[in-house]
């Protein structure tokens, strides 16, 4: 099927564009694009040019694989400069997705009308780019240069009704067949009018430049969105050479602005995550009703997000009280949502109506999948599970929130391990994206599948891993904190090491993550293990603040103190000296610490035990620990993951990092992982050594 046809309603030319599925402007299109354009510019015949998209959308942008790649030409550049410059009036009927590249051809256009059900948006901001073929230019002289900003700068669609109002559409229409109808209509009439056409740019910006107090705060504002990402700064530039310069002068510069954006390391770490955060699969069991056992913070939060998902839900405690402080929790989250305008009030009265409370284990016997968030104990949940696999129908999916126990020893207490599965929220549930699914030796395929499917449905991130201590995210942190608890003991302080890996990227220090999350929680967790190193400094200052009675921000106290009603850590001297007295007890010479070894240390050891976790196939690929990390526990964005930050290092140079560790601070924490020495001797990264893995197994 051509990805561009082009046909003939009269005197109207209609372009379609066909690149399911949802017509990117890749190579092939642009070619067959411009060729249409070209075509119908010189047919006597046709009066006026209709462009639109088939399917669910006019075009939602680029094909985002091409830009790890030399640009081919024509660029869309070439392709739009060519539609603005049609002697026959060009009309784009837009629907649907009208994103990134898709906007700027309609800016090309010389009118533009949509269906309601259209959205528009500039959201190259999130992969660390700037609208590069004249959205800087065009739009700016269309609806303002603090319109254009803002919208260049959120990254966010705006819906048809907005878009009408800042100008940017010359007429909506309703939605289906009408529109190309109408499409039809509107470019016979201007195609029937004589004069000059309207181009964007011929136009002055209306209102000429924002104030700079207006600009600078929007810069801030999308520093603080988008940190490390050097296309902020580059918007603005461009869109005030569109105030300042010629359109030329601003489109040359934008193009510029763009190529250094695309070869950036944070642009190639923010496109890796687009991919890495994809997934289309489906299939499963059919879940239509949802079970929550525990109605806590956590249970409480599965509850909302399922719920607003569609499903029906019982959230069921046998703790009378706990139970109703996660009704009353869960009404108070949803209303607070509505109240921070990040929730319509219709779809939160929804959401509650879809929660009914139970007071016993057996109001969950008819419903198609549990996801148990109860205490964090071993012994707890079997003894949960042994009365869920005799109480659910057959063929319910089993599903337990543990964050670091054994789904297969929890699996066999329910006597039905297939339908077993772990389900690893992150906190809040009702928030974070992240689910790790956690699949047990015995869990069956379409369990899994079930879990995807429902993650996906919830609008959350699901990514599959194997059943080890941790499972994945917590693994690494245990390698993490494990180098932030022993440079405390070494010299460092909380504030210091917290600082350092924040100006790395981190959006939370470990000591301040280690009080949000609660010093308890993670002294359970220790407490549960059979395997700790038999090593007195092993997390000895996180049992040190434990056995102080400092939880973290819940009892006001924990690494740093909390004044009242704050959320807002302050530095402790008493806690530092506490650390500096059990550093003597244990005979650790205090020393000065550099920043620098601080980062290297906990990153490289976060990096270390990837490489341990890929080896022994924990994890199905470097992406996967990448996305895990970058949406569960605040790795920067723009650094892409630990992993493919390690590539972008070299592994030569982390292997480098790891043998000066293990030298000056020994082998049992320090051993490099084989998969790290292999890729330091091959020259090779994780992204490639994937590579040839997955085609390896593709051709057995």
Same mark, same amino acid.
């Given at each position: 099927?051509?990805?561009?046809?082009?046909?003939?309603?009269?005197?109207?030319?209609?372009?379609?564009?066909?690149? *399911?599925?949802?017509?990117?402007?890749?190579?092939?299109?642009?070619?067959?694009?411009?060729?249409?354009?070209?075509?119908?510019?010189?047919?006597?015949?046709?009066?006026?040019?209709?462009?639109?998209?088939?399917?669910?959308?006019?075009?939602?942008? *680029?094909?985002?694989?091409?830009?790890?790649?030399?640009?081919?030409?024509?660029?869309?550049?070439?392709?739009? /400069?060519?539609?603005?410059?049609?002697?026959?009036?060009?009309? $784009?009927?837009?629907?649907? $997705?009208?994103?990134?590249?898709?906007?700027?051809?309609?800016?090309?256009?010389?009118?533009?009308?949509?269906?309601?059900?259209?959205?528009?948006?500039?959201?190259?901001?999130?992969?660390?780019? /700037?609208?590069?073929?004249?959205?800087?230019?065009?739009?700016?002289?269309?609806?303002?240069?603090?319109?254009?900003?803002?919208?260049?700068?959120?990254?966010?669609?705006?819906?048809?009704?907005?878009?009408?109002?800042?100008?940017?559409?010359?007429?909506?229409?309703?939605?289906?067949?009408?529109?190309?109808?109408?499409?039809?209509?509107?470019?016979?009439?201007?195609?029937?009018?004589?004069?000059?056409?309207?181009?964007?740019?011929?136009?002055?910006?209306?209102?000429?430049?924002?104030?700079?107090?207006?600009?600078?705060?929007?810069?801030?504002?999308?520093?603080?969105?988008?940190?490390?990402?050097?296309?902020?700064?580059?918007?603005?530039?461009?869109?005030?050479?569109?105030?300042?310069?010629?359109?030329?002068?601003?489109?040359?510069?934008?193009?510029?602005?763009?190529?250094?954006?695309?070869?950036?390391?944070?642009?190639?770490?923010?496109?890796?995550?687009?991919?890495?955060?994809?997934?289309?699969?489906?299939?499963?069991?059919?879940?239509?009703?949802?079970?929550?056992?525990?109605?806590?913070?956590?249970?409480?939060?599965?509850?909302?997000?399922?719920?607003?998902?569609?499903?029906?839900?019982?959230?069921?405690?046998?703790?009378?009280?706990?139970?109703?402080?996660?009704?009353?929790?869960?009404?108070?989250?949803?209303?607070?949502?509505?109240?921070?305008?990040?929730?319509?009030?219709?779809?939160?009265? $929804?959401?509650?109506?879809?929660?009914?409370?139970?007071?016993?284990?057996?109001?969950?016997?008819?419903?198609?999948?549990?996801?148990?968030?109860?205490?964090?104990?071993?012994?707890?949940?079997?003894?949960?599970?042994?009365?869920?696999?005799?109480?659910?129908?057959?063929?319910?999916?089993?599903?337990?929130?543990?964050?670091?126990?054994?789904?297969? *020893?929890?699996?066999?207490?329910?006597?039905?391990?297939?339908?077993?599965?772990?389900?690893?929220?992150?906190?809040?549930?009702?928030?974070?994206?992240?689910?790790?699914?956690?699949?047990?030796?015995?869990?069956?395929?379409?369990?899994?599948?079930?879990?995807? *499917?429902?993650?996906?449905?919830?609008?959350?991130?699901?990514?599959?891993?194997?059943?080890?201590?941790?499972?994945?995210?917590?693994?690494?942190?245990?390698?993490?904190?494990?180098?932030?608890?022993?440079?405390?003991?070494?010299?460092?302080?909380?504030?210091?090491?917290?600082?350092?890996?924040?100006?790395?990227?981190?959006?939370?220090?470990?000591?301040?993550?280690?009080?949000?999350?609660?010093?308890?929680?993670?002294?359970?967790?220790?407490?549960?293990?059979?395997?700790?190193?038999?090593?007195?400094?092993?997390?000895?200052?996180?049992?040190?603040?434990?056995?102080?009675?400092?939880?973290?921000?819940?009892?006001?106290?924990?690494?740093? /103190?909390?004044?009242?009603?704050?959320?807002?850590?302050?530095?402790?001297?008493?806690?530092?000296?506490? +650390?500096?007295?059990?550093?003597?007890?244990?005979?650790?010479?205090?020393?000065?610490?550099?920043?620098?070894?601080?980062?290297?240390?906990?990153?490289?050891?976060? +990096?270390?035990?990837?490489? /341990?976790?890929?080896?022994?196939?924990?994890?199905?690929?470097?992406?996967? +620990?990448?996305?895990?990390?970058?949406?569960?526990?605040?790795?920067?964005?723009?650094?892409?993951?630990?992993?493919?930050?390690?590539?972008?290092?070299?592994?030569?140079?982390?292997?480098?990092?790891?043998?000066?560790?293990?030298?000056?601070?020994?082998?049992?924490?320090?051993?490099? $992982?084989?998969?790290?020495?292999?890729?330091?001797?091959?020259?090779?990264?994780?992204?490639?050594?994937?590579?040839?893995?997955?085609?390896?197994?593709?051709?057995?």
């Amino acid at each position: 099927m051509d990805l561009v046809r082009i046909e003939r309603r009269g005197s109207v030319a209609v372009i379609r564009i066909d690149h *399911a599925p949802v017509n990117a402007l890749a190579h092939p299109v642009r070619c067959a694009l411009l060729q249409a354009v070209v075509d119908a510019d010189a047919d006597p015949a046709v009066d006026a040019v209709v462009i639109t998209g088939e399917g669910r959308h006019f075009v939602a942008g *680029a094909d985002i694989r091409e830009f790890d790649r030399e640009p081919l030409t024509p660029l869309l550049n070439d392709v739009l /400069l060519r539609v603005e410059a049609s002697s026959t009036p060009v009309v $784009a009927a837009m629907h649907g $997705a009208v994103l990134g590249g898709g906007l700027e051809l309609g800016l090309a256009c010389h009118y533009r009308i949509a269906a309601r059900n259209t959205s528009f948006g500039l959201p190259e901001i999130r992969l660390g780019l /700037l609208p590069g073929s004249g959205g800087t230019q065009r739009l700016p002289r269309l609806i303002g240069a603090a319109e254009a900003l803002k919208l260049m700068l959120s990254g966010e669609p705006i819906g048809c009704e907005r878009a009408g109002g800042l100008g940017l559409i010359d007429r909506t229409v309703d939605e289906g067949d009408e529109l190309v109808s109408a499409a039809l209509r509107f470019a016979a009439d201007v195609g029937a009018r004589r004069g000059p056409l309207p181009r964007l740019r011929d136009r002055e910006v209306p209102g000429g430049e924002p104030d700079q107090d207006f600009v600078e705060r929007e810069r801030a504002a999308a520093h603080r969105k988008f940190p490390g990402v050097r296309s902020v700064d580059a918007i603005i530039e461009c869109v005030q050479a569109a105030v300042r310069q010629g359109f030329e002068a601003g489109l040359a510069l934008s193009r510029v602005r763009f190529e250094e954006c695309r070869r950036s390391d944070a642009s190639r770490a923010l496109r890796h995550l687009f991919f890495a955060e994809r997934d289309s699969r489906a299939g499963g069991r059919a879940v239509g009703t949802a079970g929550v056992l525990g109605a806590g913070t956590m249970g409480s939060g599965i509850a909302i997000s399922l719920a607003l998902a569609g499903l029906d839900v019982v959230l069921v405690d046998t703790r009378q009280e706990a139970l109703s402080a996660g009704m009353d929790r869960l009404r108070s989250t949803l209303s607070a949502s509505v109240q921070k305008g990040r929730l319509d009030a219709a779809a939160a009265a $929804a959401a509650v109506e879809r929660v009914r409370a139970g007071e016993r284990i057996d109001a969950l016997r008819h419903v198609d999948l549990v996801i148990e968030a109860v205490f964090e104990s071993l012994a707890v949940k079997r003894e949960v599970f042994a009365a869920l696999g005799k109480i659910c129908r057959a063929g319910a999916v089993l599903a337990s929130n543990t964050s670091t126990l054994d789904i297969d *020893a929890i699996a066999s207490a329910s006597g039905r391990a297939g339908d077993v599965v772990g389900m690893h929220f992150f906190s809040p549930a009702n928030i974070m994206r992240l689910v790790e699914i956690v699949r047990g030796t015995g869990t069956a395929p379409e369990v899994i599948a079930t879990a995807r *499917a429902v993650t996906r449905r919830m609008g959350k991130l699901g990514v599959v891993v194997g059943n080890c201590f941790g499972f994945v995210g917590n693994r690494m942190l245990y390698a993490y904190g494990r180098e932030n608890q022993l440079l405390l003991l070494e010299g460092a302080t909380p504030v210091q090491v917290d600082r350092a890996l924040e100006k790395f990227g981190m959006a939370m220090g470990p000591n301040a993550v280690g009080d949000l999350a609660g010093i308890d929680v993670g002294y359970r967790v220790r407490r549960e293990r059979k395997d700790l190193p038999d090593d007195p400094r092993y997390y000895r200052v996180a049992d040190l603040l434990f056995e102080a009675g400092r939880l973290g921000q819940k009892s006001g106290r924990g690494a740093y /103190l909390y004044p009242e009603n704050s959320r807002k850590p302050v530095r402790d001297p008493d806690v530092e000296s506490m +650390i500096t007295a059990e550093s003597g007890r244990l005979g650790i010479e205090r020393r000065a610490i550099r920043d620098e070894e601080i980062v290297d240390r906990c990153l490289f050891a976060l +990096i270390n035990e990837g490489a /341990l976790i890929l080896q022994q196939g924990f994890a199905a690929s470097p992406a996967d +620990i990448d996305v895990i990390w970058c949406n569960g526990y605040g790795f920067p964005r723009c650094r892409g993951g630990p992993m493919f930050y390690a590539d972008t290092l070299g592994s030569s140079v982390v292997l480098e990092g790891v043998r000066r560790f293990e030298r000056n601070f020994g082998a049992a924490y320090w051993t490099p $992982a084989p998969l790290l020495c292999e890729l330091a001797a091959s020259g090779d990264t994780f992204q490639s050594w994937q590579l040839r893995r997955a085609a390896a197994e593709g051709s057995s």
